[in-house]
């Protein structure tokens, strides 16, 4: 490999541009920008899907930042959302961030039917797991807990 290939490694991007769709499996070393529809199977280090883009399908991703369409199962370690998730969406991440538009003056976070996983895997200790102490009672993970009330709180 050149000098000059190595420079422009960091720089390589795969476009989806607007007014195209793609369906398949997409799988890149570089960053995936999305403006038009990509459909299937999405893997990459870095997916931006920009407003005018949708991704309907399985992403694995280290980042995704979408102001977009998004749908299916969504695993990476960080994502930012300011766009919108479609209802049976799934997503695992380490971090999520959602920005709130405003449309009207008013700001508005949309939702479908959908799973958020966010930080570690909660189930992934679970043998070695310690109880948690809340008022008089001790749970574990998945357990109701009885909290006491503060004093003047509605019954």
Do not use: W, Y
């Not at 190595?6 to 920008?33: D, H, I």
């Not at 930080?119 to 574990?140: C, F, I, L, M």
């Not at 998945?142 to 909290?147: C, I, K, L, P, T």
């Amino acid at each position: 490999m050149s000098e000059l290939d190595k420079s422009e490694a960091p720089l390589k991007q795969t476009t989806v541009e607007e007014g195209t769709q793609f369906r398949g499996t997409l799988q890149s070393n570089g960053q995936v920008l999305v403006r038009g529809v990509v459909e299937g199977d999405l893997s990459a280090p870095t997916v931006v899907i920009a407003e005018s883009g949708s991704v309907v399908g399985n992403v694995k991703a280290q980042s995704i930042r979408s102001e977009g369409v998004l749908a299916g199962h969504v695993d990476a370690d960080e994502i930012v959302l300011s766009g919108s998730v479609r209802s049976d969406t799934v997503i695992r991440a380490r971090t999520l961030e959602v920005k709130l538009q405003s449309t009207d003056k008013k700001l508005e976070l949309t939702f479908g039917e959908c799973i958020l996983e966010v930080g570690d895997d909660p189930n992934a200790d679970v043998s070695e797991a310690q109880p948690v102490r809340t008022g008089k009672k001790a749970a574990r993970r998945g357990e109701s807990v009885e909290v006491d009330k503060p004093a003047g709180a509605p019954a």
